[in-house]
């Protein structure tokens, strides 16, 4: 006779009711005087939650400037590092340390530093310009580090002299390059969410809305920059929104989770996001939104806060960003 086989039951994920979350949350932030921060890219529930939300500028500055000895950070992997950085004497807590980002991923510390020395014994003179989508390790390799927010301010400080290296995007140093009239070496790098907006879809968006707007990042491809009517990060779509009182409807090219802060800053608009189309099929999808950010959640907040960890643990190298952090985003 034959036994009948066992099935292994699936283990069952319980969700939590994310109202019990939020107060758990809540109090266990009390409890330990922390603060959350937010990226504008997170899960709209988390940016409601956060005592700050901004893009990687903002967040950097604020991470410096609260009282709160313990910061929950919830965005991605470079964002926990550079807060950390800031501000060494902190407990920088992340919800999940795989939240990773493919820039950061295009351009590691070992290449770049050989990618520099070839071009130096090939007699360029130039700075290297990192945006912050970088590891720390890379930023210690460079001159300056921009974000979508303080980039041209920061490029004008680049001697008039030097080359620029821009790493590791090389869609926004393309348009830097083109705003600021610097001629610059790109690093083959791209973000996954903002290389994946079709330009066919892009103009039928457009048709089906007479006299939207077009509002994309600078991260995005020239030819989805070439038909947008305003170029720029979070903060100057927020701002650029705000100073509209009018209904408007604007196409929004960059990370879904933006439509958030902009309904909440400017209720007054339709906000459309822009689908990422897939480049294998050529099939709408819903990878407008960052896999990364999308690690961050209401229950690891809650954990990360319970068990005090994962925290961003101070690294010998962070030395070296410091000094480049500081010069780029603090002074
Ligand atoms: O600078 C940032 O925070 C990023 C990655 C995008 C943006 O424009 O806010």
């Known amino acids: 006779m034959s036994l009948?086989?066992?099935?292994?039951?699936?283990?069952?994920?319980?969700?939590?009711?994310?109202?019990?979350?939020?107060?758990?949350?809540?109090?266990?932030?009390?409890?330990?005087?922390a603060a959350i921060l937010a990226h504008f890219y997170v899960d709209g529930d988390l940016q409601d939650i956060a005592d700050f939300t901004g893009d990687s500028l903002k967040l950097a500055r604020d991470a410096t400037r609260i009282p709160n000895p313990t910061i929950v950070f919830c965005g991605v992997h470079f964002m926990g590092e550079s807060a950390k950085i800031l501000s060494p004497e902190k407990t920088v807590l992340m919800p999940d340390l795989q939240a990773g980002c493919s820039l950061a991923e295009s351009c590691p510390a070992d290449r770049l530093a050989a990618y520099q020395a070839e071009l130096r014994a090939k007699g360029h003179?130039?700075?290297?310009?990192?945006?912050?989508?970088?590891?720390?390790?890379?930023?210690?390799?460079?001159?300056?580090?921009?974000?979508?927010?303080?980039?041209?301010?920061?490029?004008?400080?680049?001697?008039?002299?030097?080359?620029?290296?821009?790493?590791?995007?090389?869609?926004?140093?393309?348009?830097?390059?083109s705003v600021t009239g610097r001629p610059m070496i790109l690093w083959p790098g791209s973000c996954m969410v903002h290389e994946v907006f079709s330009i066919q879809?892009?103009?039928?968006?457009?048709?089906?809305?007479?006299?939207?707007?077009?509002?994309?990042?600078?991260?995005?491809?020239?030819?989805?920059?070439?038909?947008?009517?305003?170029?720029?990060?979070?903060?100057?779509?927020?701002?650029?929104?705000?100073s509209i009182p009018e209904k408007k409807t604007f196409l929004v090219a960059t990370e879904a989770n933006m439509i958030h802060p902009l309904m909440k800053l400017a209720p007054q608009h339709e906000y459309i996001p822009v689908p990422g189309i897939m480049t294998s099929t050529g099939e709408t999808c819903a990878c407008n939104r960052c896999p990364h950010m999308a690690r961050n959640t209401l229950q690891k907040v809650r954990d990360c806060l319970k068990n005090r960890s994962p925290e961003i643990v101070w690294q010998p190298y962070f030395a070296q960003a410091q000094d480049v952090l500081k010069r780029s985003l603090l002074q």
């Open 125 to 177: 003179d130039f700075q290297t310009v990192a945006y912050i989508n970088t590891t720390a390790a890379v930023k210690a390799l460079c001159d300056w580090i921009v974000t979508s927010g303080n980039a041209r301010e920061i490029i004008d400080r680049v001697p008039a002299d030097k080359e620029i290296l821009f790493v590791p995007d090389q869609h926004l140093g393309r348009y830097l390059s």
């Open 201 to 242: 879809d892009l103009l039928r968006a457009k048709r089906n809305h007479p006299g939207s707007i077009v509002m994309a990042h600078p991260e995005c491809p020239a030819n989805i920059l070439e038909i947008s009517d305003v170029i720029g990060g979070t903060e100057k779509m927020r701002k650029y929104v705000a």
């Open 4 to 33: 009948p086989v066992l099935q292994m039951a699936e283990p069952v994920t319980v969700e939590e009711d994310p109202l019990d979350l939020m107060d758990e949350i809540e109090t266990l932030k009390r409890q330990q005087d």
